[in-house]
Each structure stands twice: as structure tokens, then as C-alpha cells.
């Protein structure tokens, strides 16, 4: 009988597994899902067996095996300040709280779409076969003028629509050795494009003599005409929070974590509790029998 116990147990650990870790890309491989299925067949041929905990742990692979086979791959969906991002891996949307620059983003929550009521999204949540969780990144808010100080309309690069001064640093490069996060955006009254590159705390001081206050970041403008190419004294630094002329432009950043939001794929809460029900009135029954 204890053979039987353990390959269930081994079983249901690896569907386990699925929820304590969640986003492993491990889980959506074959052989694992193969691994999980064979342990369970493997304990429905012991000679001596307790039907209600077999069945019990057949949910609960069957769970997980679904989860792993036919669930969404792990991904990080990203938006934008008052945004509404669609993910069609998993058929709805995401809202995105509104901020402020330099406010505390700490506490904001984005909303899941579709989910009547719509599902706020804390440190984990799981709706149906997924799991989310909000995870930090770095957005940089940007802002253009003239020398004079007059407000500019920014846009995005290729198009007339920006819906947010808000660069979500989606991209990145390498410059002096540092992996940096960049996003670039347009001004079409001066008909001038704008590459922001964000520095770390770390990485800024390394900048020599345009390195901000120690702990702080650094963003460096790199100012181009509208056919790419680079304009007068069109490359600067400029600290956290701080403008600058830079390439005819009055250029200001302030760089603050926004949330983001990982999605992966988690097996289906209702089979794992059914499952572990029958388990442990499978366990049960067989204490009882064995005492008596």
C-alpha cells in the first residue's frame, strides 16, 4: 500500500508545484506533463489501491496536466497610465490605473477586464486557469517646450497619437558596458524626434561628471530630425525630475516604477480543491480501516 501513497503523492506534488512556483516555463514542457500522467497510471495498476484518493489525485493531474499542456505561455503584459491593454493569449483586457509623476505607485492596482465584476490584482490573484501577479518597472514621464518654456504636444514616433507622456522603456540596448532601457517618442511641431534613455541608480553614477545625486537615475535625451539624423548638441543628461536644452528642445523626465502585470497559467482551483477533498477522504478511509 505505501508505494501507492507515494506515486499519488509524487503526483500531486508536481501539479503542486504548479501553484507554489507559478511562471516556470518549466511547467509547459511535454515531459513534464508526461512525468505527472505516468505517476498516476502507474498508481491505478498497484494491486492494492484506494479508489476515492486514486480519483482525488486523477483531478488534480488532470488539472495541471490541462494547465500545463493548453494554458498560456508566461508573459508580462505592459501599459501605460490610464491605458487599456489587450492580451489575446487570454482572450481580455487589462486597465491601468492613472499616476501621477513622482507619486507613489506602490499601492496602484490594475484591473482585469471582462471579469463580472472586474478582478483587482494584488500580489496574486488566480481567476479561472491563471494566475497574475503585479510585478514593478521602470516608466519614465516626459515632457517637451521650447526654449522659451512653452508646452509642446509630444506623439508617438511613427504616428499622430500619444496617449500618455508616459515611455513604458519596453526596448534596450548597450551603452559603455550598461544594459539600458530605452523608448523614444515624437515633437512634431519641431519636427524633431526624441530617444530617452534610462540609467539606474548604479548605472548613473557611473556617468562621470554628468552623474546625478548618488541613488538617483539619469535619463539621456538624443534629439534627431525627422529623418533620423542627430541635430546640434542634440545629446544630454538630465537628472531625475530635471529639465534641460537639449538640441533646441526644453526636455524634462521623472522616472517612477509603474506596475506591470505577469500572467501565467495556474491549474483550475475547483478541480484542485475537489481533488483534494476525495484525497483526504481516501486517506481517511484507509486510517480508519487499518485501525480497525
Not at 254 to 262: D, N
Request: hydrophobic residues 50%; glycine residues 10%; aromatic residues 8%.
Amino acid at each position: 500500500m505505501i508505494p501507492f501513497w507515494l506515486l499519488l503523492i509524487a503526483a500531486v506534488a508536481l501539479t503542486a508545484a504548479q501553484d507554489v512556483f507559478p511562471g516556470n516555463p518549466l511547467f509547459h514542457k511535454g515531459w513534464y506533463n508526461v512525468i505527472d500522467a505516468a505517476l498516476l497510471i502507474v498508481a491505478a495498476y498497484q494491486p492494492r489501491k484506494n479508489l476515492i484518493a486514486l480519483c482525488g489525485a486523477g483531478l488534480v493531474v488532470i488539472a495541471g496536466v490541462a494547465s500545463g499542456l493548453m494554458g498560456p505561455d508566461t508573459h508580462t503584459v505592459i501599459g501605460a497610465p490610464g491605458a487599456t491593454v489587450s492580451d489575446d493569449q487570454i482572450g481580455s483586457a487589462f486597465i491601468f490605473p492613472l499616476a501621477q509623476p513622482g507619486g507613489d505607485t506602490r499601492w496602484l492596482t490594475v484591473l482585469l477586464q471582462n471579469g463580472p465584476p472586474a478582478i483587482a490584482i494584488g500580489s496574486r490573484r488566480y481567476a479561472g486557469g491563471l494566475v497574475t501577479w503585479q510585478t514593478p518597472r521602470v516608466a519614465v514621464w516626459v515632457s517637451a517646450g521650447d526654449r522659451a518654456g512653452n508646452a509642446l504636444t509630444i506623439t508617438q514616433p511613427s504616428g499622430a497619437t500619444f496617449l500618455s507622456p508616459v515611455l513604458s522603456m519596453q526596448q534596450t540596448t548597450t551603452i559603455a558596458g550598461m544594459r539600458v532601457q530605452y523608448d523614444s517618442f515624437a515633437v512634431p511641431a519641431m519636427r524633431k524626434t526624441v530617444k530617452a534613455v534610462y540609467f539606474g541608480p548604479d548605472q548613473a553614477a557611473r556617468l562621470g561628471p554628468q552623474a546625478p545625486p548618488p541613488g538617483e537615475p539619469a535619463i539621456l535625451f538624443a534629439v534627431a530630425d525627422r529623418a533620423d539624423r542627430p541635430v546640434a548638441h542634440g545629446i544630454g543628461i538630465v537628472a531625475n525630475g530635471a529639465q534641460r536644452v537639449i538640441g533646441g528642445l526644453r526636455l524634462g523626465a521623472r522616472a517612477a516604477e509603474f506596475p506591470a502585470i505577469v500572467v501565467a497559467s495556474a491549474p483550475y482551483l475547483p478541480a484542485l480543491f475537489l481533488g483534494a477533498i476525495l484525497l483526504l477522504a481516501g486517506a481517511a478511509r484507509t486510517a480508519y480501516r487499518s485501525r480497525t
